[in-house]
Protein backbone atom coordinates (compact mmCIF):
# COMPACT_ATOMS: atom_id res chain seq x y z
CA UNK A 1 0.00 0.00 0.00
CA UNK A 2 2.87 2.46 1.13
CA UNK A 3 4.65 1.52 -1.30
CA UNK A 4 2.03 2.23 -4.06
CA UNK A 5 1.70 5.41 -2.67
CA UNK A 6 5.43 6.37 -2.87
CA UNK A 7 5.91 5.37 -6.57
CA UNK A 8 2.50 7.29 -7.07
CA UNK A 9 4.05 9.95 -5.33
CA UNK A 10 6.81 10.27 -7.28
CA UNK A 11 4.99 9.63 -10.58
CA UNK A 12 3.62 13.09 -10.16
CA UNK A 13 6.83 14.71 -9.45
CA UNK A 14 8.73 13.52 -12.82
CA UNK A 15 7.29 15.63 -15.41
CA UNK A 16 9.29 18.84 -14.85
CA UNK A 17 9.67 22.48 -16.59
CA UNK A 18 13.36 22.46 -15.01
CA UNK A 19 13.83 26.10 -13.97
CA UNK A 20 17.49 26.75 -13.80
CA UNK A 21 17.41 30.32 -11.90
CA UNK A 22 20.86 31.53 -9.61
CA UNK A 23 20.35 31.77 -6.12
CA UNK A 24 18.68 33.03 -3.93
CA UNK A 25 15.51 31.89 -5.92
CA UNK A 26 12.19 33.31 -5.25
CA UNK A 27 9.22 30.46 -4.62
CA UNK A 28 6.21 30.05 -2.98
CA UNK A 29 5.66 28.23 0.53
CA UNK A 30 3.28 27.35 2.84
CA UNK A 31 4.06 29.44 5.64
CA UNK A 32 2.13 30.35 9.01
CA UNK A 33 0.54 33.51 8.90
CA UNK A 34 -0.11 36.27 11.44
CA UNK A 35 -3.67 35.02 11.05
CA UNK A 36 -2.68 31.12 11.99
CA UNK A 37 -3.91 29.98 8.54
CA UNK A 38 -0.97 28.20 5.97
CA UNK A 39 -0.72 30.94 3.08
CA UNK A 40 1.09 30.16 -0.35
CA UNK A 41 3.88 32.99 0.85
CA UNK A 42 6.64 34.55 -1.18
CA UNK A 43 9.53 33.25 0.09
CA UNK A 44 13.69 33.36 -0.57
CA UNK A 45 15.31 30.27 -0.44
CA UNK A 46 19.14 31.04 0.04
CA UNK A 47 21.19 27.88 0.09
CA UNK A 48 19.35 25.89 -3.00
CA UNK A 49 21.47 24.69 -5.84
CA UNK A 50 19.17 22.77 -7.77
CA UNK A 51 15.39 23.91 -6.94
CA UNK A 52 14.38 20.53 -9.04
CA UNK A 53 16.06 18.22 -7.22
CA UNK A 54 15.79 20.34 -3.77
CA UNK A 55 19.40 20.43 -3.06
CA UNK A 56 21.32 22.81 -1.59
CA UNK A 57 23.83 23.75 1.35
CA UNK A 58 20.96 22.60 3.79
CA UNK A 59 19.17 19.60 3.12
CA UNK A 60 18.84 16.74 -0.22
CA UNK A 61 15.46 15.40 -0.45
CA UNK A 62 15.10 11.63 -1.39
CA UNK A 63 12.19 10.12 -2.48
CA UNK A 64 11.20 6.50 -2.24
CA UNK A 65 13.72 5.14 0.00
CA UNK A 66 12.87 2.13 2.53
CA UNK A 67 14.23 1.99 6.15
CA UNK A 68 14.10 -1.05 8.16
CA UNK A 69 15.33 -1.13 11.94
CA UNK A 70 14.97 -4.58 13.11
CA UNK A 71 16.49 -6.35 16.04
CA UNK A 72 16.66 -9.27 14.04
CA UNK A 73 18.21 -8.29 10.70
CA UNK A 74 21.02 -10.33 10.62
CA UNK A 75 23.19 -7.99 8.33
CA UNK A 76 22.78 -4.61 10.89
CA UNK A 77 23.47 -6.48 13.54
CA UNK A 78 26.97 -8.21 11.55
CA UNK A 79 27.41 -4.64 11.32
CA UNK A 80 31.05 -3.69 12.81
CA UNK A 81 31.31 -0.46 11.96
CA UNK A 82 28.80 2.38 12.08
CA UNK A 83 29.10 3.06 8.96
CA UNK A 84 28.11 -0.37 8.31
CA UNK A 85 25.19 -0.66 10.39
CA UNK A 86 23.83 2.50 8.56
CA UNK A 87 24.06 1.00 4.85
CA UNK A 88 22.41 -1.87 6.42
CA UNK A 89 19.06 0.09 7.73
CA UNK A 90 18.93 1.75 4.56
CA UNK A 91 17.49 -0.95 1.99
CA UNK A 92 16.62 1.09 -0.31
CA UNK A 93 18.44 4.47 -0.73
CA UNK A 94 15.95 6.47 -2.75
CA UNK A 95 16.73 8.72 -5.63
CA UNK A 96 16.47 12.59 -6.14
CA UNK A 97 12.77 14.05 -6.27
CA UNK A 98 11.70 16.47 -8.95
CA UNK A 99 9.99 19.10 -8.07
CA UNK A 100 7.54 21.02 -11.05
CA UNK A 101 6.70 24.67 -11.14
CA UNK A 102 4.93 27.26 -12.78
CA UNK A 103 7.01 30.59 -13.11
CA UNK A 104 4.57 34.00 -12.75
CA UNK A 105 5.26 36.90 -14.44
CA UNK A 106 7.37 38.30 -11.34
CA UNK A 107 9.44 34.85 -12.03
CA UNK A 108 8.50 33.56 -8.94
CA UNK A 109 8.11 29.99 -8.53
CA UNK A 110 4.58 27.93 -7.85
CA UNK A 111 4.90 24.72 -6.89
CA UNK A 112 2.44 22.83 -9.27
CA UNK A 113 1.55 19.81 -7.44
CA UNK A 114 0.50 19.31 -3.70
CA UNK A 115 3.86 17.17 -3.30
CA UNK A 116 5.71 20.37 -4.63
CA UNK A 117 4.63 22.56 -2.21
CA UNK A 118 5.04 19.96 0.78
CA UNK A 119 9.05 19.71 -0.81
CA UNK A 120 9.32 23.15 -1.21
CA UNK A 121 8.04 24.06 2.44
CA UNK A 122 9.87 21.17 3.84
CA UNK A 123 13.14 22.65 2.45
CA UNK A 124 12.13 26.30 3.37
CA UNK A 125 11.48 25.13 6.89
CA UNK A 126 14.88 23.49 7.17
CA UNK A 127 16.69 26.53 5.67
CA UNK A 128 14.86 28.21 8.31
CA UNK A 129 16.15 26.36 11.56
CA UNK A 130 20.11 25.99 10.08
CA UNK A 131 19.88 29.92 9.38
CA UNK A 132 18.46 30.14 13.39
CA UNK A 133 21.15 27.75 14.52
CA UNK A 134 24.19 30.01 12.66
CA UNK A 135 22.86 33.31 13.21
CA UNK A 136 21.20 33.22 16.53
CA UNK A 137 22.33 30.44 18.35
CA UNK A 138 25.94 30.72 16.99
CA UNK A 139 26.71 26.96 15.24
CA UNK A 140 28.84 27.27 13.00
CA UNK A 141 28.29 26.53 9.35
CA UNK A 142 30.48 23.44 9.70
CA UNK A 143 28.73 22.01 12.10
CA UNK A 144 25.49 22.39 10.43
CA UNK A 145 26.05 19.93 7.38
CA UNK A 146 24.07 19.20 4.42
CA UNK A 147 21.54 16.54 5.84
CA UNK A 148 19.62 13.73 3.66
CA UNK A 149 15.86 14.28 3.78
CA UNK A 150 13.69 11.23 2.96
CA UNK A 151 10.73 12.26 1.71
CA UNK A 152 7.76 9.78 1.84
CA UNK A 153 10.27 6.97 2.56
CA UNK A 154 9.14 3.90 3.73
CA UNK A 155 10.16 3.57 7.24
CA UNK A 156 9.33 0.51 9.33
CA UNK A 157 10.50 -0.34 12.63
CA UNK A 158 9.65 -4.19 12.67
CA UNK A 159 10.47 -5.06 16.87
CA UNK A 160 7.08 -2.81 16.52
CA UNK A 161 4.99 -3.26 13.97
CA UNK A 162 5.37 -4.41 9.85
CA UNK A 163 3.33 -1.62 9.19
CA UNK A 164 5.46 1.13 7.77
CA UNK A 165 5.03 4.28 9.99
CA UNK A 166 3.37 7.67 9.12
CA UNK A 167 1.94 10.71 10.41
CA UNK A 168 5.77 12.29 11.58
CA UNK A 169 8.94 14.09 10.92
CA UNK A 170 12.27 12.28 12.48
CA UNK A 171 15.37 13.42 13.23
CA UNK A 172 17.06 9.39 13.02
CA UNK A 173 20.00 8.96 14.45
CA UNK A 174 21.21 5.34 12.92
CA UNK A 175 20.95 7.01 9.19
CA UNK A 176 21.99 10.66 10.12
CA UNK A 177 19.29 12.12 8.00
CA UNK A 178 16.20 13.58 8.25
CA UNK A 179 12.61 11.52 7.73
CA UNK A 180 9.48 13.32 6.54
CA UNK A 181 6.76 10.46 6.63
CA UNK A 182 3.48 10.45 4.59
CA UNK A 183 0.47 11.07 6.41
CA UNK A 184 -2.35 9.03 7.29
CA UNK A 185 -4.34 10.27 10.67
CA UNK A 186 -3.33 14.10 10.87
CA UNK A 187 -5.81 16.02 8.98
CA UNK A 188 -4.68 19.25 10.16
CA UNK A 189 -1.49 20.58 8.85
CA UNK A 190 1.07 18.13 7.36
CA UNK A 191 3.77 17.93 10.03
CA UNK A 192 6.92 18.91 7.47
CA UNK A 193 4.65 21.89 6.68
CA UNK A 194 4.70 23.13 10.44
CA UNK A 195 7.91 25.14 10.83
CA UNK A 196 8.21 24.65 14.54
CA UNK A 197 8.15 20.67 14.34
CA UNK A 198 10.68 21.05 12.05
CA UNK A 199 13.10 23.22 13.94
CA UNK A 200 12.60 20.27 16.76
CA UNK A 201 13.80 17.84 14.73
CA UNK A 202 17.04 19.54 13.54
CA UNK A 203 17.35 20.60 17.34
CA UNK A 204 17.63 17.06 17.85
CA UNK A 205 20.34 16.76 15.06
CA UNK A 206 22.55 19.37 16.71
CA UNK A 207 21.97 17.87 19.99
CA UNK A 208 23.22 14.78 18.23
CA UNK A 209 26.12 16.42 16.74
CA UNK A 210 27.36 18.18 19.63
CA UNK A 211 26.52 15.82 22.80
CA UNK A 212 26.42 12.35 21.15
CA UNK A 213 29.72 13.20 18.19
CA UNK A 214 27.32 12.68 15.39
CA UNK A 215 27.28 8.93 16.29
CA UNK A 216 24.70 7.02 14.69
CA UNK A 217 24.36 4.79 17.74
CA UNK A 218 25.49 6.98 21.09
CA UNK A 219 27.25 5.75 23.57
CA UNK A 220 25.67 6.96 26.24
CA UNK A 221 22.41 5.84 25.38
CA UNK A 222 23.83 2.18 24.23
CA UNK A 223 26.22 2.34 27.58
CA UNK A 224 23.09 3.28 29.45
CA UNK A 225 20.51 0.68 28.64
CA UNK A 226 22.89 -1.84 28.57
CA UNK A 227 23.92 -0.69 32.37
CA UNK A 228 20.80 0.56 33.56
CA UNK A 229 19.06 -2.97 34.54
CA UNK A 230 15.84 -1.91 36.06
CA UNK A 231 17.06 1.23 36.50
CA UNK A 232 17.95 4.09 33.69
CA UNK A 233 18.05 7.12 35.31
CA UNK A 234 20.82 8.90 33.45
CA UNK A 235 19.29 7.87 30.30
CA UNK A 236 16.24 9.68 31.45
CA UNK A 237 17.35 12.95 32.02
CA UNK A 238 19.53 12.91 28.80
CA UNK A 239 16.79 11.87 26.75
CA UNK A 240 14.22 14.69 29.02
CA UNK A 241 16.94 16.91 28.08
CA UNK A 242 17.11 16.14 23.95
CA UNK A 243 13.13 16.98 24.22
CA UNK A 244 13.08 19.90 25.78
CA UNK A 245 15.95 21.57 24.37
CA UNK A 246 14.37 21.02 20.87
CA UNK A 247 10.68 22.35 21.99
CA UNK A 248 13.21 25.00 22.98
CA UNK A 249 14.99 25.83 20.34
CA UNK A 250 11.42 25.74 18.28
CA UNK A 251 10.46 28.32 20.07
CA UNK A 252 12.64 30.84 20.42
CA UNK A 253 13.11 30.00 16.42
CA UNK A 254 9.51 30.87 16.06
CA UNK A 255 10.15 34.56 17.67
CA UNK A 256 11.57 35.28 13.92
CA UNK A 257 8.48 33.84 11.94
CA UNK A 258 5.83 36.00 10.62
CA UNK A 259 3.33 34.53 13.17
CA UNK A 260 5.07 35.41 16.12
CA UNK A 261 6.39 33.52 18.97
CA UNK A 262 5.09 30.13 19.22
CA UNK A 263 5.24 28.25 22.72
CA UNK A 264 2.91 25.45 21.01
CA UNK A 265 5.11 23.57 18.89
CA UNK A 266 2.42 20.83 17.39
CA UNK A 267 -0.14 23.46 16.87
CA UNK A 268 -1.50 23.75 13.76
CA UNK A 269 -0.78 19.92 13.39
CA UNK A 270 -1.98 17.87 16.10
CA UNK A 271 -5.30 18.53 18.59
CA UNK A 272 -5.75 17.50 21.78
CA UNK A 273 -4.32 16.47 24.97
CA UNK A 274 -0.79 15.28 23.92
CA UNK A 275 -0.88 19.46 22.00
CA UNK A 276 -1.73 20.79 24.74
CA UNK A 277 0.64 18.80 27.03
CA UNK A 278 3.77 19.97 25.22
CA UNK A 279 2.24 24.06 25.48
CA UNK A 280 4.84 25.72 27.27
CA UNK A 281 3.10 28.84 28.20
CA UNK A 282 1.01 26.51 30.26
CA UNK A 283 2.21 26.00 34.08
CA UNK A 284 4.05 22.91 34.87
CA UNK A 285 5.80 21.67 37.34
CA UNK A 286 7.81 18.42 38.74
CA UNK A 287 5.45 16.37 40.71
CA UNK A 288 7.19 13.26 43.60
CA UNK A 289 5.96 10.69 41.50
CA UNK A 290 7.58 11.86 37.59
CA UNK A 291 10.62 12.50 39.62
CA UNK A 292 10.72 9.46 41.11
CA UNK A 293 10.40 8.19 37.91
CA UNK A 294 12.80 9.81 36.39
CA UNK A 295 15.26 8.82 39.25
CA UNK A 296 14.19 5.45 39.51
CA UNK A 297 12.52 3.73 35.88
CA UNK A 298 13.66 1.97 33.38
CA UNK A 299 13.85 4.20 30.25
CA UNK A 300 12.68 1.38 27.70
CA UNK A 301 10.29 -0.19 29.47
CA UNK A 302 8.50 2.56 31.64
CA UNK A 303 10.34 5.74 31.38
CA UNK A 304 9.58 6.56 27.55
CA UNK A 305 7.01 9.26 26.77
CA UNK A 306 7.67 10.83 30.66
CA UNK A 307 10.75 12.29 28.86
CA UNK A 308 8.49 14.76 26.98
CA UNK A 309 6.72 15.95 30.27
CA UNK A 310 10.14 16.59 31.86
CA UNK A 311 11.40 18.07 28.39
CA UNK A 312 8.36 20.84 28.25
CA UNK A 313 9.02 21.56 32.30
CA UNK A 314 12.61 22.30 31.64
CA UNK A 315 11.63 24.49 28.54
CA UNK A 316 9.13 26.71 30.02
CA UNK A 317 11.33 26.98 32.86
CA UNK A 318 13.89 28.59 30.17
CA UNK A 319 10.95 30.42 28.77
CA UNK A 320 10.47 31.68 31.61
CA UNK A 321 13.27 33.11 32.84
CA UNK A 322 13.63 35.78 29.81
CA UNK A 323 12.22 39.36 30.33
CA UNK A 324 13.44 40.63 26.97
CA UNK A 325 14.38 38.96 23.15
CA UNK A 326 17.91 39.45 24.24
CA UNK A 327 17.48 37.54 27.46
CA UNK A 328 15.76 34.69 24.71
CA UNK A 329 18.38 34.47 22.23
CA UNK A 330 21.21 34.41 25.02
CA UNK A 331 19.71 32.18 26.88
CA UNK A 332 19.29 29.94 23.54
CA UNK A 333 23.24 30.35 22.38
CA UNK A 334 23.95 29.58 26.89
CA UNK A 335 21.98 26.27 26.52
CA UNK A 336 23.31 25.06 23.19
CA UNK A 337 27.13 25.99 24.27
CA UNK A 338 26.56 23.28 27.38
CA UNK A 339 26.02 20.75 24.83
CA UNK A 340 29.55 20.20 24.74
CA UNK A 341 32.31 22.28 26.12
CA UNK A 342 35.89 20.73 27.39
CA UNK A 343 36.90 23.45 29.75
CA UNK A 344 36.95 21.37 33.31
CA UNK A 345 35.13 24.42 34.88
CA UNK A 346 32.63 24.09 33.06
CA UNK A 347 32.14 21.02 31.13
CA UNK A 348 29.23 20.17 28.47
CA UNK A 349 26.66 17.53 28.87
CA UNK A 350 29.14 15.74 26.27
CA UNK A 351 31.60 15.37 28.40
CA UNK A 352 29.75 14.47 32.04
CA UNK A 353 27.78 12.08 30.08
CA UNK A 354 30.83 10.63 28.62
CA UNK A 355 32.06 10.72 32.29
CA UNK A 356 29.16 8.98 33.29
CA UNK A 357 29.06 6.03 30.88
CA UNK A 358 29.34 3.17 33.80
CA UNK A 359 27.76 5.94 36.22
CA UNK A 360 24.21 6.48 36.02
CA UNK A 361 24.47 8.64 39.28
CA UNK A 362 26.55 10.84 37.91
CA UNK A 363 24.69 12.32 35.39
CA UNK A 364 21.34 13.83 37.18
CA UNK A 365 19.37 16.38 36.58
CA UNK A 366 20.99 19.03 38.89
CA UNK A 367 23.94 18.02 37.19
CA UNK A 368 22.81 19.14 33.68
CA UNK A 369 20.95 21.83 34.65
CA UNK A 370 24.38 23.18 36.44
CA UNK A 371 26.36 23.04 32.90
CA UNK A 372 23.35 25.21 31.60
CA UNK A 373 23.90 27.61 34.19
CA UNK A 374 27.35 27.77 34.59
CA UNK A 375 27.15 28.81 30.38
CA UNK A 376 25.12 31.65 31.14
CA UNK A 377 27.17 34.71 32.10
CA UNK A 378 24.90 37.28 32.38
CA UNK A 379 24.42 37.72 36.36
CA UNK A 380 20.64 38.58 36.61
CA UNK A 381 19.70 36.00 33.90
CA UNK A 382 21.45 33.24 35.61
CA UNK A 383 20.14 34.32 38.76
CA UNK A 384 16.22 34.20 36.77
CA UNK A 385 17.33 30.81 35.16
CA UNK A 386 18.48 29.46 39.06
CA UNK A 387 14.75 30.12 40.71
CA UNK A 388 12.95 28.93 37.47
CA UNK A 389 14.79 25.76 37.93
CA UNK A 390 14.08 25.24 41.41
CA UNK A 391 10.49 26.26 41.50
CA UNK A 392 9.46 24.25 38.21
CA UNK A 393 11.57 21.50 38.17
CA UNK A 394 11.89 21.45 41.80
CA UNK A 395 15.52 20.87 41.97
CA UNK A 396 17.30 21.44 45.49
CA UNK A 397 18.92 24.31 45.81
CA UNK A 398 21.88 23.46 47.17
CA UNK A 399 22.20 21.47 44.21
CA UNK A 400 22.53 24.18 42.00
CA UNK A 401 24.56 26.48 44.27
CA UNK A 402 28.33 26.52 45.33
CA UNK A 403 30.72 26.66 42.83
CA UNK A 404 32.15 30.24 41.17
CA UNK A 405 30.01 29.79 38.36
CA UNK A 406 26.54 28.05 39.89
CA UNK A 407 23.66 29.69 41.06
CA UNK A 408 24.14 32.64 43.56
CA UNK A 409 23.52 31.38 46.88
CA UNK A 410 20.73 34.27 47.74
CA UNK A 411 18.67 32.18 44.99
CA UNK A 412 15.01 31.33 46.44
CA UNK A 413 12.32 29.50 44.74
CA UNK A 414 9.22 31.65 43.46
CA UNK A 415 6.29 31.60 46.03
CA UNK A 416 2.95 30.39 44.03
CA UNK A 417 4.23 29.19 40.77
CA UNK A 418 4.31 25.27 42.16
CA UNK A 419 4.01 23.21 45.39
CA UNK A 420 7.03 22.70 46.71
CA UNK A 421 7.72 19.15 46.89
CA UNK A 422 11.28 18.91 48.51
CA UNK A 423 11.60 18.82 52.36
ZN1 LIG B 1 11.66 15.16 19.66
Known sequence: MVRKLTAAALATLVVSCAPEPQKPVKVRALVLSGNSEYVPTEVELQTITDIVALEGQ?????????????????????AKTEEAFLR???????????????????GVLWPADFHTWNLVTTYYNLERAWDYFNKVVDVKQAELPQMTAYYFPEFIIADTSDE??????????????FMVLPFETITKAPLAINASVLTHEYAHMVFNRRVYNGRSLPEPISAWSLSGGTYTPALNVIKSLDEGLAD????VASCRSTFGCNKRVLYTSIDGQSESDRDLSKTTCMSRELRELLETANYNSVFSGREYQVGTILASA??????????????ARAVTAAYSDTTTTKPGFNQLAHAALNDQRAFTLAVAAKAIIR????????????????????????????GVDDCPDSTTTIVGVCESINP
Open 164 to 177: PMRDNAIFFAPTQS
Open 88 to 106: ALLKEEGRPVTAHYITDDQ
Open 375 to 402: HISEFNLKQRVCSQFATRLQIPIEDLVG
Open 58 to 78: VAKMRGGARVVLDSNDPEANA
Open 318 to 331: LVNAEQSAADRETL
Open 248 to 251: YHAY
